[in-house]
């Protein structure tokens, strides 16, 4: 298993600007944002990428999806978007599956 920037950033060892985090998911932001809110939602149980789940992974991109959908909500942003790049092909250039959370709104309150 490679160990991503990601993997450094769930354990803390690169600072990020966290905007949520429980036991399933870290949420925070793009360093390269691509709307005014760009947030990553990355699980906190590893898969390198879509055509990388297995059966004890594969609940991960529903997750992403669903916590996306409550964090959206509870922000009071009403217009979105959610990607997943998928392989270089796609985009992909970290190899630890993650949801893209893009809005032209910006953050308001607590999740």
Sequence with gaps: MTDTIFHKILR??????????DDEVLVFRDLQP????????????FAASITDV??????????????????????????????????????QEVFYLHLHFLSNQTLSASF
């Design 54 to 91: 297995t059966e004890d992974t594969k609940h991960l991109p529903g997750m992403l999806i669903a916590k996306a959908k409550i964090f959206a909500k509870n922000k009071g942003i009403e217009g979105y978007k959610l990607q997943f790049n998928v392989g270089t092909g796609g985009g």
């Design 34 to 45: 691509k709307a005014a809110t760009h947030l990553l939602f990355v699980p906190k149980m």
């Design 12 to 21: 803390k060892e690169i600072p990020a600007t966290v905007e949520h985090e």
